[in-house]
């Protein structure tokens, strides 16, 4: 795609968001109607909040996006996500050689919030030590042109990941990019398997090969190209920062954090258990939700400060399942959020549950479009030594405005009319 200077550094022109974020916009105020005006109002009450969103060049009617995962893994199940009204799909990631993707079984483990871990308790985090697509490119390429086929006015994001190889990843782009996809996530973030492989979360944590791969892959792509985040790094505007000045137009965040679900304590063994061993794989659900809002935010910070937010975006990931979960990325700067844990617990019809909870949560605020509330939240969000200056100041002036004589309590009698001229409203 074709650049643009960065103080100094290459970076591609993006396909432009709606607009910049942190101008909060004003919410229209209430009028109560009028005989005169009433109509004019009521039909204005009918109005729907406007779910469409347009990033990187591309609209999607809603900012739901299943994330890269089990949910996109083939033709049907994509197919069954436009059919019931996701924004857009992240296919499951694809590599050149799916023959070197060997899965183990069983690869997910779950965390229940129940007493004793009842098993009947409600599932709030899910570890998997799944691998990126077994299914052979071929195969998902022919599932994505016909997607793309069916569904010309759909976003199909393909997911991919390959070695530390430069031919090998620019094939990789060149081939997805001729099934018609929209635009392209790069998994620099599975932190289980691939690094092994010096893959996924391998790259995404070191930001010398993280700014190779990225620069070799914008040099080939003419989609957009969103950069996938790890969240175990400590600083994760780091690799973010890098992804965006290496040509990428987004970032997503986050993938799923590293973790060990467990152990049972009756076999010592840990879970999930495969043949009596296990690896750390990656945690995902409504437990890793705070902390993807925390990496977001900062990514967000970063972003604003740093990069014109008409050209880049940011897709929020992690433990979404209500509208309000979304709503919570969206005011941190985000321009889609992704589902996919809440997708496997709950079904692809989520999509409609997710957005009539948003466009309630909409309709409270008087918000009529996505872009009146994304990025409104991220100014309250400063140091702990400024929290202390403001509390301090706080405390300062609620002193001074108790001031003088508060209520009739208070006379002493000593002196009516010095008692009285301390009665200041400030
Ligand atoms: C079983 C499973 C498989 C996943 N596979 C992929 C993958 O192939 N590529 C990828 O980028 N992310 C993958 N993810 C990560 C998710 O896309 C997402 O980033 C993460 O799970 C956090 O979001 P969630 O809480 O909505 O699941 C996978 C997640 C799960 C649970």
New binding site residues.
Partial sequence: MASLSFTGTHIKTGRSSASGFGLPRRPTTLIRPSRVSFKVHASEAQEEPDLSVNVNGLRLPNPFVI????PGTNYTVMKRAFDEGWGGVIA??VSLDAAKVINVTPR?ARLRAAVNGSAKGEIIG?E?I?L??DRPLETMLKEFKQLKEEYPNRILIA?IMEEYNKSAWQELVDRVEQTGVDAI?V?F??PHGMPERKMGAAVGQDCALLEEVCGWINEKATVPVWA?MTPNITDITQPARVALRSGCEGVAA???IMSVMGINLDTLHPEPCVEGYSTPG?Y??RA?HPI?LGKVMNIAKMMKAEFDLNNYSLSG????EKGGDAAEFILLGANTV?????V?MHGYGLVKKLSAELKDFMRKHNFKSIEDFRGVSLQYFTTHTDLVRRQQEAIKQRKATRKGLQSDREWTGDGFVKESESMVSN
């Fill in positions: 994330g890269s995962g089990p499951k990631t997910y899910w998997n799944e990126i697509s997911s996530e998994n973030s599975c996938k986050i993938n799923t990656g995902s659900a890793v993807a990931i992690g433990g979404v992704q589902v996919c844990t809440g496997m």
